[in-house]
């Protein structure tokens, strides 16, 4: 989502957020965190290309997010859609697939 | 794999998939194409997408496809599906993330030859007044209880305040005002989202477009709706912005769950829904009635606009230039109707997503001057292209639940646009055949290219040959404004 909106990259964080997301599953929970991201980036022009994620389970998940604060968004990213979602558990960790409403 | 074998072609502009192609079909799907548009709908997934909302419940008679039909999230664009009441369900994704978006048609007593000295001075004028693209902000902002009074009265709200005339209702679908709506069940978000936002285009396939009557098909009903040859017309194209996405998005993600408590299987999850007259199905249908008036709000805002943008650019320089409306249409939207199947009235949820309303002459729900010609459609090409006024007909009653196609349908994605098309050399290519371009991207101009879009001239033939809506002129444009 961040290469959509044409961040500049090496750029010291000037955005700092906590966002929490919960989803009666893995998949509604993905759907559900990455549209609170774009719902922060539209209402206060900020952009995240970092994260930590300090809880997370197949309901609920807190996570730090790092960006910058250009005032307004390059995005025209609508929303994280269900459409075709996937979610897939590799050996080590998950690989997701999410068809974006641009 | 679905391939062109599984269709059975019932008419000559007719195909249908038979419940038996899929064992969770519920009904046949239907799709209106000729033998190139049935080739570009099975060049995406789209008629996937048609087979996938014949398994909803409650879904009568077919899922219809109509020739612009192209893929969407979860129910194709370009598509029909009623669902039987009270046991059939309401869908978020069959209406869409754009709530209401629509078209309205404006018509000038003016001609392109009094105009064209000025329309440089009147695009310029436009694209000050009517702001465009990404989380553009309106000229006014709301406070709380005055977009709760536009949630609950739409273009209503907007005459109160002399936005709109009384002849501006008359032609708008439903009025401008959906019945059902309740704020209680928008959310914080939806509420934030819309509240500078009455009055902009948006970004997208959005649009106004001063255009010039080109060809008139029915000089009768033409005249009647004020549409004469040479005569300079303005679209509006958008729906609800962010507010209409949001609630979309809030009762895709709250369906979810929805749909494991009925025990509702699907073939995607995009396609959520809750029986119509449940707390749940309900619920939704209150929230986008809002939306619905909330975007026929943002049009007659911005046809309010663009007539002070006219008298601001013509008054005093030529005479007849007052812009009034021919009609405003819905695409993107569910309505509780009732339709004659099989020798019975029944009451429905009509799901038209990329789809028009198209109620034929005697329809009760038109206003006395419209009942006898059916109810206008408006059928916008893509950029620098045409642009079609048509009229509801008998044969949509009987065939398509009173509904048509909606404009030329996609035929390349916007990625794939942007990677072949540079939007500043589209712009004088226009330029060079006559059309002023106004557009804050080029690359969201790029998006929109004409070679993105299937030939409208075509969809538009088909609907007319099959009797499922009447062509009465054709528009072509002179000016476009875009996000």
């Known amino acids: 989502m961040t290469s959509l909106c044409q961040l500049e990259s090496g750029k010291e964080a000037s955005a700092v957020r906590d966002f929490e997301a919960e989803g009666i599953d893995r998949k509604t929970l993905l759907v559900n965190w990455l549209n609170e991201i774009l719902y922060a980036e539209q209402t206060c022009g900020e952009i995240y290309d970092r994260f930590r994620i300090s809880e997370a389970s197949d309901n609920r998940l807190h996570a730090r997010l790092y960006g910058q604060a250009p005032g307004t968004t390059a995005s025209h990213i609508k929303a994280a859609t269900f459409h075709d979602l996937e979610v897939r558990k590799t050996a080590e960790e998950f690989e997701a697939t999410v068809v974006l409403d641009v | ?483």
Request: aromatic residues 6%; glycine residues 10%.
């Open chain 2, 1 to 483: 794999m679905l391939n062109k074998h599984n269709l059975v072609r019932v008419a000559e502009y007719v195909w249908e998939i038979p419940p038996t192609f899929r064992e969770d079909m519920r009904v046949p799907a239907r799709l209106y194409a000729d033998e190139d548009l049935l080739d570009a709908a099975l060049s995406d997934n789209s008629i996937v997408q048609l087979v996938n909302t014949a398994t909803l419940p409650g879904v009568i008679q077919h899922a219809i496809a109509m020739p612009d039909i192209h893929q969407g999230y979860g129910f194709p664009i370009g598509g029909v599906v009623a669902t039987r009441l009270p046991e059939g369900v309401i869908s978020p994704g069959g209406v869409g993330y754009d709530i209401n978006c629509g078209v309205r048609l404006l018509i000038s007593g003016a001609t392109v030859e009094e105009i064209k000295p000025h329309l440089e001075e009147i695009a310029s004028s436009l694209y000050a007044n009517c702001p465009s693209g990404v989380g553009c902000r309106g000229h006014l902002r709301l406070t709380n209880s005055e977009l709760v009074r536009v949630l609950h009265e739409g273009s209503r709200w907007m005459l109160e305040k002399g936005y709109a005339s009384l002849e501006d209702l008359d032609r708008t679908e439903e009025f401008g005002r959906m019945s059902g709506a309740d704020s209680a069940f928008v959310s914080n978000r939806a509420h934030e989202r819309g509240r500078d936002q009455l009055g902009t285009l948006g970004a997208g396939n959005h649009f106004l477009e001063v255009d010039k009557v080109a060809e008139i098909y029915d000089e009768a009903i033409a005249a009647h709706l004020g549409i004469y040859s040479g005569n300079v017309a303005v679209q509006i194209h958008c729906g609800s912005r962010g507010l209409g996405h949001q609630i979309c998005e809030d009762f895709v993600s709250r369906f979810q769950e929805t749909v494991r408590n009925y025990g509702i299987t699907l073939p995607d999850r995009e396609l959520v829904c809750a029986p119509f007259d449940s707390k749940e199905g309900q619920e939704y249908f209150h929230a986008m009635a809002c939306a619905a008036n909330f975007a026929f709000a943002n049009r007659q805002l911005l046809a309010h606009m663009i007539r002070r943008s006219f008298e601001e650019i013509l008054a005093g320089r030529i005479k007849g230039f007052e812009l009034r409306q021919v009609y405003d249409i819905a695409h993107n939207m569910a309505k509780v109707e009732e339709h004659e199947i099989d020798g019975g009235s029944v009451r429905v949820c009509v799901h038209r997503k990329g789809s028009t309303r198209a109620f034929g002459p005697q329809s009760a729900v038109l206003p006395d001057d419209l009942r006898e010609i059916g109810q206008p459609v408006l059928i916008p090409g893509s950029m620098g292209t045409a642009s079609y006024v048509l009229t509801g007909t008998a044969g949509a009653m009987q065939q398509t639940f009173g509904s048509t196609c909606h404009g030329a349908g996609r035929v390349m994605s916007r990625a794939r646009a942007k990677r072949i098309v540079r939007g500043s050399e589209l712009r004088q290519q226009l330029r060079d055949r006559g059309i002023l371009i106004c557009a804050g991207s080029m690359s969201g101009l790029a998006e929109e290219a004409p070679l993105a879009y299937k030939d409208v001239s075509r969809v538009v033939d088909v609907v007319h040959r099959v009797g499922i809506a009447k062509k009465i002129a054709r528009l072509e444009p002179i000016a476009v404004i875009k996000g």
